[in-house]
T-cell receptor, first 116, second 114 residues
Framework: NAGVTQTPKFQVLKTGQSMTLQCAQD?????MYWYRQDPGMGLRLIYYSASEGTTDKGEVPNGYNVSRLNKREFSLRLESAAPSQTSVYFC???????????????FGDGTRLSIL | GQSLEQPSEVTAVEGAIVQINCTYQ??????LSWYQQHDGGAPTFLSYNALDGLEETGRFSSFLSRSDSYGYLLLQELQMKDSASYFC???????????????FGRGTQLTVWP
C-alpha cells in the first residue's frame, strides 16, 4: 500500500519553463490537496479538489493550474516557472466524511523544485 | 480568515516534557490537528481534538479549549527521535464542500538534546 506518491522527487527548471507535478493516491480518498512549503512559512494551500471533477483555489494559487484527472490522480502545473516558485511541494489526500469526525490528511514525500 | 500562532522553536533534553502551544483565530472551527515533520519529509498526522479536553496517545497528548481558541501538544519522555517540526492546523467549517481543508501554523522546530 503506497499511500500518496509524488513524482518527480527533485527538479530544476529555468525561468519560463513549464512542468507538471504528478500525485496519485491508492487509499480511495475523495479529497486531494497541493501545498507548498517555504522556510518559516509552514504549509500553504495552492489548490484542492474536494471530490472528483471539482477544483478550488487555496491561499496561493497564482501561477499554478491543477487537474483532477480521476479519483486517484491530481496534478499541479506550472505554466511559466518563476524563481518565486522555488519551494517544496506536497500533495495530500483525505477521506471526506462527517463534519465532526477526524479526517487526517496523508501526505506524499514532496517534490523539491528549484527555478533558476 | 484564519490565523494560527505557535512558537518557532523549542528545545528540551531527553526524558523531559515539552508543551507546544497553538492559538488560533478562525471564522469557523471544526477541530484542531497536530502534524509532525522530520527533516522536511512528509508531514504525518499525530492527533485531533474536536471537543474541549485532553486526548492521549502514548507519549503524546493534545489539549483543546474552544472558548480560549487555544490548544497544545504535550510530549512526554522525550526521545532524540522526537526532534522534528510540529504543526497545528484547524479545519475550515464554513463551506460544505471543503470540510477537509486545513489551515496550518508556521510550525515549531523541536530540538531534543541528549
Amino acid at each position: 500500500n503506497a499511500g500518496v506518491t509524488q513524482t518527480p522527487k527533485f527538479q530544476v527548471l529555468k525561468t519560463g519553463q513549464s512542468m507538471t507535478l504528478q500525485c496519485a493516491q491508492d487509499m480511495n480518498h475523495n479529497s486531494m490537496y497541493w501545498y507548498r512549503q517555504d522556510p518559516g512559512m509552514g504549509l500553504r494551500l495552492i489548490y484542492y479538489s474536494a471530490s472528483e471533477g471539482t477544483t478550488d483555489k487555496g491561499e496561493v494559487p497564482n501561477g499554478y493550474n491543477v487537474s483532477r484527472l480521476n479519483k486517484r490522480e491530481f496534478s499541479l502545473r506550472l505554466e511559466s516557472a518563476a524563481p518565486s516558485q522555488t519551494s517544496v511541494y506536497f500533495c495530500a489526500s483525505t477521506r471526506q466524511g462527517q463534519s465532526s469526525s477526524n479526517q487526517p490528511q496523508h501526505f506524499g514525500d514532496g517534490t523539491r523544485l528549484s527555478i533558476l | 480568515g484564519q490565523s494560527l500562532e505557535q512558537p518557532s522553536e523549542v528545545t528540551a533534553v531527553e526524558g523531559a516534557i515539552v508543551q507546544i502551544n497553538c492559538t488560533y483565530q478562525t471564522s469557523g472551527f471544526y477541530g484542531l490537528s497536530w502534524y509532525q515533520q522530520h527533516d522536511g519529509g512528509a508531514p504525518t498526522f499525530l492527533s485531533y481534538n474536536a471537543l474541549d479536553g485532553l486526548e492521549e496517545t502514548g507519549r503524546f497528548s493534545s489539549f483543546l479549549s474552544r472558548s480560549d481558541s487555544y490548544g497544545y501538544l504535550l510530549l512526554q519522555e522525550l526521545q532524540m527521535k522526537d526532534s522534528a517540526s510540529y504543526f497545528c492546523a484547524v479545519r475550515d467549517a464554513n463551506r460544505g464542500s471543503t470540510l477537509g481543508r486545513l489551515y496550518f501554523g508556521r510550525g515549531t522546530q523541536l530540538t531534543v538534546w541528549p
